[in-house]
């Protein structure tokens, strides 16, 4: 199938590809099990590229421009998006690095304000590649879980700063916002707390908002660096997320204007990360592919709550946290009696693969997080999968 054929005429972009076309991928998501199993775990979605993105590196094949990247369209293109999303000016393109993808630039953030035995504050359960990248860079993890609802815990969050940074030590907290797995997104006033706390106790932030584009009808994305207190935090955003470019790997990271002597320090070599495909892939994304996101986030509000519908009839001993963002669910699956990876007696006796919730860490044992950006038939069929692996 080539994108071609796929206009973006505003119907779900979810719904065009069938499992024969999907099985024939070679990314993580469809070779990581054999053929029976469904895979609905790994953050890749079930869609076509956008036209835009599409054209932007077919033209670019085409050309023979696969050099270098260059320059800062990137952040320009970024720029122009948040203006008109969210009516968000933040992302002042002096204030702003390409990097290699999120994670990269995160810990590049983090190395710009702590050192090696400093600690980083995260709230688990959260993406497990946060501890595995802190860990690698000798930094301390200090948690401090989500409260009630998958709601960021101030209390928590106090005596996690108050600890990280005791002895005088240099110390950051690495916010997901919106949060995976949950699907939280977090309120002005939740972040606004954030920034409260992060200034008493000198605690930098560097704030993951790859889900960014991704919030769904009933909640609205609050930049962390447009609340006030978080001018010396930084922030990375990116196109891979929201438009499916995790193989093509880009990011941008934003100062605040307090960080911007810190991103100045920011090693040269850091800006040879990212791909040039990359930054074509997402540039023609953030500037030409809001009708293309539009279409999917209307695929995804309707697969959330399909979710829930097939959750209370095939499994109600599930418990939905229906997500405000994102498109992951977090399911708590306690009350079946499948032990603490329930995800394993799911792809052993279901042939489905969902995330198991124990790389999540504290409040991840006897959780799985669903991936349901898929067609509704797919979604369907993973949940029935699902009921049928228990006993
Ligand atoms: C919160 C979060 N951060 C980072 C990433 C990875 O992004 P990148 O490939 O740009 O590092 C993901 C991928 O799912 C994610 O969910």
């Given at each position: 199938?080539?994108?071609?054929?796929?206009?973006?005429?505003?119907?779900?972009?979810?719904?065009?590809?069938?499992?024969?076309?999907?099985?024939?991928?070679?990314?993580?998501?469809?070779?990581?099990?054999?053929?029976?199993?469904?895979?609905?775990?790994?953050?890749?979605?079930?869609?076509?590229?956008?036209?835009?993105?599409?054209?932007?590196?077919?033209?670019?094949?085409?050309?023979?421009?696969?050099?270098?990247?260059?320059?800062?369209?990137?952040?320009?293109?970024?720029?122009?998006?948040?203006?008109?999303?969210?009516?968000?000016?933040?992302?002042?393109?002096?204030?702003?690095?390409?990097?290699?993808?999120?994670?990269?630039?995160?810990?590049?953030?983090?190395?710009?304000?702590?050192?090696?035995?400093?600690?980083v504050v995260v709230n688990p359960p959260v993406y497990?590649?946060f501890f595995?990248?802190?860990?690698?860079?000798?930094?301390?993890v200090v948690e401090a879980p989500l409260g009630?609802?998958g709601r960021l815990d101030t209390?928590a969050l106090?005596?996690a700063?108050?600890?990280?940074?005791?002895?005088?030590?240099?110390?950051?907290y690495l916010l997901c916002n919106p949060h995976n797995p949950t699907?939280t997104?977090h309120?002005?006033?939740e972040?606004?707390?954030v920034?409260?706390?992060?200034?008493?106790?000198?605690?930098?932030?560097?704030a993951d908002?790859?889900?960014?584009?991704?919030?769904?009808?009933?909640?609205?994305?609050?930049?962390?660096?447009?609340?006030?207190?978080?001018?010396?935090?930084?922030?990375?955003?990116?196109?891979?997320?929201?438009?499916?470019?995790?193989?093509?790997?880009?990011?941008?990271?934003?100062?605040?204007?307090?960080?911007?002597?810190?991103?100045?320090?920011?090693?040269?070599?850091?800006?040879?990360?990212?791909?040039?495909?990359?930054?074509?892939?997402?540039?023609?994304?953030?500037?030409?592919?809001?009708?293309?996101?539009?279409?999917?986030?209307?695929?995804?509000?309707?697969?959330?709550?399909?979710?829930?519908?097939?959750?209370?009839?095939?499994?109600?001993?599930?418990?939905?946290?229906?997500?405000?963002?994102?498109?992951?669910?977090?399911?708590?699956?306690?009350?079946?009696?499948?032990?603490?990876?329930?995800?394993?007696?799911?792809?052993?006796?279901?042939?489905?693969?969902?995330?198991?919730?124990?790389?999540f860490r504290t409040g991840?044992?006897?959780?799985?997080?669903?991936?349901?950006?898929?067609?509704?038939?797919?979604?369907?069929?993973?949940?029935?999968?699902?009921?049928?692996?228990?006993?």
């Open positions: 199938m080539s994108y071609d054929h796929v206009p973006d005429d505003g119907t779900n972009p979810l719904r065009r590809l069938s499992l024969a076309d999907l099985r024939r991928r070679t990314s993580a998501k469809w070779r990581a099990y054999p053929p029976d199993v469904l895979p609905l775990w790994v953050a890749e979605m079930d869609v076509m590229p956008a036209a835009p993105v599409a054209r932007a590196l077919t033209e670019a094949v085409a050309l023979g421009d696969t050099g270098y990247d260059s320059g800062t369209g990137y952040a320009q293109a970024l720029d122009a998006f948040a203006r008109k999303r969210w009516g968000w000016d933040g992302v002042a393109v002096e204030r702003t690095a390409t990097v290699a993808d999120v994670m990269r630039g995160s810990v590049e953030m983090l190395k710009l304000v702590t050192g090696a035995g400093d600690a497990p590649p595995g990248f802190l860990e690698h860079e000798d930094r301390r009630p609802g209390a106090e005596a700063f108050r600890q990280a940074a005791a002895g005088g030590r240099r110390a950051a699907g997104v309120t002005r006033a972040l606004a707390a920034a409260e706390l992060a200034s008493a106790y000198g605690i930098r932030v560097v908002e790859i889900h960014a584009p991704l919030v769904l009808p009933g909640a609205e994305y609050v930049p962390y660096l447009s609340v006030p207190g978080a001018e010396d935090a930084f922030a990375l955003l990116s196109a891979s997320k929201a438009w499916n470019l995790a193989g093509l790997k880009a990011a941008v990271a934003v100062a605040g204007p307090g960080a911007a002597d810190d991103l100045a320090r920011l090693p040269e070599i850091v800006g040879h990360g990212p791909s040039h495909f990359g930054v074509l892939a997402h540039t023609a994304a953030l500037r030409d592919g809001g009708e293309w996101l539009d279409a999917v986030l209307a695929g995804l509000d309707e697969n959330r709550r399909l979710l829930g519908e097939l959750l209370e009839r095939h499994l109600p001993g599930v418990r939905y946290l229906r997500p405000e963002g994102t498109y992951l669910a977090w399911l708590d699956c306690r009350a079946l009696g499948l032990g603490d990876d329930p995800a394993a007696v799911f792809l052993e006796r279901g042939r489905v693969a969902l995330t198991g919730g124990l790389p991840g044992a006897g959780h799985v997080r669903l991936n349901f950006a898929t067609s509704p038939e797919l979604l369907t069929e993973g949940v029935r999968r699902m009921a049928a692996a228990l006993p």
